[in-house]
């Protein structure tokens, strides 16, 4: 059974390059690894998404290794705007995501 | 601008008394996704629809309902709401084979249960 695993929480100082690293035992072949950011009363965001190897948009990296069994969100100096919870999560197909637990990151000024 | 939106933002309803939520978008996406979020969790993926398509996750209990009239609106059903139910109920759309598949999700309804 698939299962995806990222820390509780993280804090980071204003500026700083902040890692989320989560874990995807039994990753299914077909599946894509995708994170998504969550403020307070407000519905999750889509960040970034990939397969393998690493990805970059204007927001955000992803790293994936060859053997897919982690996947590490990076965001490069980050705002008190970026405190939030991000969840990494599995696509499997077009419709079913699954999320992680979330990680809470609280970025200090 | 295009979005999903979730009326209402916040409801409250009695121990079994039946409840909808709405959700509508205007971004004209074929699939629309109900998801539940109970506090401090992750979101949980109740059913979806594919066009008229509906889709069940194996473990959505049987309490939960949904109706999808036409491409712009989706409701969901609570027959018979638990205190166990409480929950923000997340609606999404999204658009497959058009580049990045990702999920655009409304604001959510907190529902509260007394």
């Known amino acids: 059974l698939a299962k995806t695993t990222q820390p509780i929480s993280m804090d980071s100082y204003e500026g700083q390059e902040v890692n989320i690293t989560c874990s995807h035992n039994?990753?299914?072949?077909?599946?894509?690894i995708t994170w998504y950011q969550q403020f307070p009363s407000q519905g999750p965001r889509f960040i970034i998404q990939?397969?393998?190897t690493k990805v970059t948009n204007e927001v955000a990296s992803l790293f994936i290794p060859a053997d897919r069994k982690s996947s590490t969100l990076s965001l490069p100096r980050v705002s008190l705007s970026d405190t939030a919870v991000y969840y990494c999560?599995?696509?499997?197909?077009?419709?079913?995501?699954?999320f992680g637990k979330g990680t809470k990151l609280s970025v200090i000024p | 601008d295009a979005m999903v939106i979730q009326n209402p933002r916040y409801q409250v309803t009695q121990f079994g008394k039946p409840v909808t939520l709405s959700c509508s978008q205007t971004?004209?996406?074929?699939?629309m996704y109900w998801y539940q979020q109970k506090s401090s969790q992750a979101p949980k993926l109740l059913f979806h629809?594919?066009?008229?398509?509906?889709?069940n996750e194996a473990d959505t209990p049987d309490n939960f309902q949904s109706r999808r009239p036409n491409t712009s609106f989706c409701f969901l059903d609570i027959r018979s709401p638990g205190l166990g139910d409480a929950a923000m109920y997340l609606c999404?759309?999204?658009?497959?084979?058009?580049?990045?598949?990702?999920?655009?999700f409304g604001p959510g309804t907190r529902l509260t249960v007394l």
């Open positions: 999560g599995r696509r499997a197909g077009s419709y079913q995501l699954t």
């Open positions: 990939g397969y393998k």
């Open positions: 039994n990753i299914a072949t077909n599946d894509y």
């Open positions: 999404a759309t999204s658009s497959p084979g058009t580049g990045r598949n990702e999920q655009f």
């Open positions: 629809y594919y066009d008229k398509d509906f889709n």
């Open positions: 971004l004209n996406h074929n699939v």
